[in-house]
């Protein structure tokens, strides 16, 4: 009969068929495959199941990598936008140039006061008023 110290020792053993010294690496590609086939092959059967033909399956979105011509035009916009603003305000004149000044206009309405009789209450423009120096 064995004593206990023995069964420690056979669990301790591992077997011959366990993977120890397995790239994983290695074997992923092989992994990757099967699992195609498989999901591939599951979608036979649910389609045969269901009498949907295979032509008419949900097609995924297509992945492109790098920029098609879509983006390379949106991007050459962007250049020339920002060529073109650059050159605008980069230009001598543009910048340096103050903007023209202008004296406000008079008031265009004319305002005025009446009393509680409605009686005008004459109050002279601000133009003719005395100034407060006189």
């Known amino acids: 009969m064995p004593s206990s110290n023995d069964s420690r020792a056979s669990d301790a053993r591992v077997s011959v068929d366990a ?3 397995v790239d994983k690496r290695a074997i992923r590609g092989e992994w990757l495959r099967n699992s195609r086939w498989r999901d591939r092959l599951h979608n036979r059967a649910a389609h045969a199941a269901l009498d949907i033909p295979e032509d008419e399956m949900i097609n995924a979105p297509r992945i492109t990598n790098g ?10 916009a962007t250049v020339l936008g920002v060529a073109y603003g650059v050159a605008k305000l980069t230009q001598p004149g ?5 903007p023209a000044v202008t004296a406000p206009a008079d008031s265009e309405y004319e305002i005025r006061f009446f009393d509680k009789d409605g009686g005008l209450i004459p109050i002279p423009h601000i133009s003719q ?6």
């Open 19 to 21: 993977p120890i010294d």
């Open 67 to 76: 920029l098609g011509w879509k983006e390379l035009a949106v991007l050459a």
């Open 94 to 98: 543009a910048a340096t140039t103050p």
């Open 129 to 134: 008023k005395p100034s407060p120096d006189s």
